[in-house]
């Protein structure tokens, strides 16, 4: 069987980022969504704005090693980092006053990885 590696540019360096991210500040969430995204793609989190909702308070931190999706509704405001949103998921979610954000802007906003929920 081949050894197949990940031919996407930016998840390549988002893995190794998140590998540097976790020895520099001794953070072991960077390290763990790291091999979450090393996994094949088709076991990447799919999480709906209903689930983000069900587990979340105002102002929490969320990160979803995938895609966001737009399925249900958003009461409150919370800052998610995830791979991918899709655009309904972008729009509810910024208009309950929440941000949507890259892995990557999230790894540079909270290099500790602090208080950040990971949802899948």
């Known amino acids: 069987m081949k050894d197949l590696k990940k031919t996407n540019p930016r ?11 976790s020895r520099e500040s001794g953070s072991s969430i960077w390290r ?3 091999k ?3 996994k094949p793609r ?3 989190a799919a999480v709906n704005i209903a689930k983000i909702e069900r587990y979340t308070n105002s102002d929490d931190r969320v990160l979803v090693p995938g895609k966001v999706l737009g399925t ?6 919370v800052i998610v980092g ?3 949103f899709s655009g309904q998921a972008i729009s ?3 208009s309950a006053g929440g941000k949507c954000l890259r892995i990557e802007e999230m790894v540079t906003q ?9 949802l899948r």
């Open 11 to 21: 998840l390549t360096g988002l893995i190794g980022e998140l590998k540097a991210a």
């Open 32 to 34: 763990d969504v790291a």
């Open 36 to 38: 979450r995204l090393e």
């Open 42 to 44: 088709r076991s990447y």
């Open 72 to 77: 249900g509704e958003i009461g409150h405001s």
């Open 82 to 84: 995830a791979l991918g």
């Open 92 to 94: 509810k979610i910024e």
């Open 110 to 118: 909270n290099p500790n990885g602090s208080k950040i929920k990971i």
